[in-house]
């Protein structure tokens, strides 16, 4: 399963699916909700997202059997829905492996952070109004979960990439990650990639 990052769309993930599909994996792109052909008007950065990773491995297993091996792979935004989605009991114990490229911790985490470098404001009271103003909206709002909430029960091995040069979620993000992780894992930092670039380095 291939989770594309924020404003994408699944084919965007078509270079990794060809080289996964070159390896003999069979290959499963989707768009997220409020992106593509997906349905939704309003976007879960992860915590909503996660609850459609799960109906997506479910539709999986449905149809190829439930003896296959799953290994889920994200990008920014998919990145933290591969990683939430662990924090569901079901996905654990169906998923093989995981791939988070570029994840952020938390939607109030990524926000703060861009708040205070591209705008250089303090995130305060900014990401409380609009967290408020997401929970009326969306029904959810950007502190109540994140990657660390999700991983501290994580069984399921994880392999972290980050490169080096990413100007939008800082590398300090996939290290939290990476750390708040028990299970097998391994990071990868890549020399010279920015945001979402690792694979073409």
């Known amino acids: 399963d291939f989770h594309h990052g924020f404003t994408s769309h699944a084919v965007d993930n078509a270079s990794h699916a ?10 499963l792109l989707l768009d ?3 992106h593509g052909e997906s349905e939704g008007k309003y976007v879960g950065f992860g915590i909503l ?10 539709y999986a297993r449905e149809r190829f059997g439930k003896d296959i091996r799953i290994v889920l792979h994200g990008t920014s935004m998919g990145g933290t829905t591969v990683l939430m989605a662990l924090g569901l009991p079901e996905v654990q114990e169906a998923v093989s492996a995981v791939i ?4 952020f911790t938390s939607p109030g ?4 952070h861009v708040i205070r470098k591209d705008y250089h404001l303090p995130p305060e009271p900014i990401i409380r109004v609009n967290g408020l103003y997401s929970r009326i909206l969306s029904g959810y709002r950007f502190d109540e979960y994140s990657t660390m ?5 994580n069984r399921v091995p994880v392999l972290f990439v ?3 040069e990413d100007k939008f979620v800082p590398t ?7 750390d708040a992780c028990p299970s097998k894992k391994r990071l990868l930092m890549v020399e010279n990639a920015g945001h979402g670039s690792s694979i073409f380095e």
């Open 100 to 103: 988070a490229d570029c994840a």
């Open 49 to 58: 997202d996660r609850f459609d990773t799960l109906e997506w491995i479910r």
């Open 172 to 178: 300090w993000m996939s290290q939290k990650n990476y």
């Open 18 to 27: 060809k080289f996964f599909h070159e390896q003999g994996y069979e290959v």
């Open 149 to 153: 909430d999700a991983l501290k029960d």
């Open 32 to 34: 997220l909700r409020a």
């Open 162 to 164: 980050h490169g080096k």
């Open 109 to 112: 985490e990524i926000f703060s």
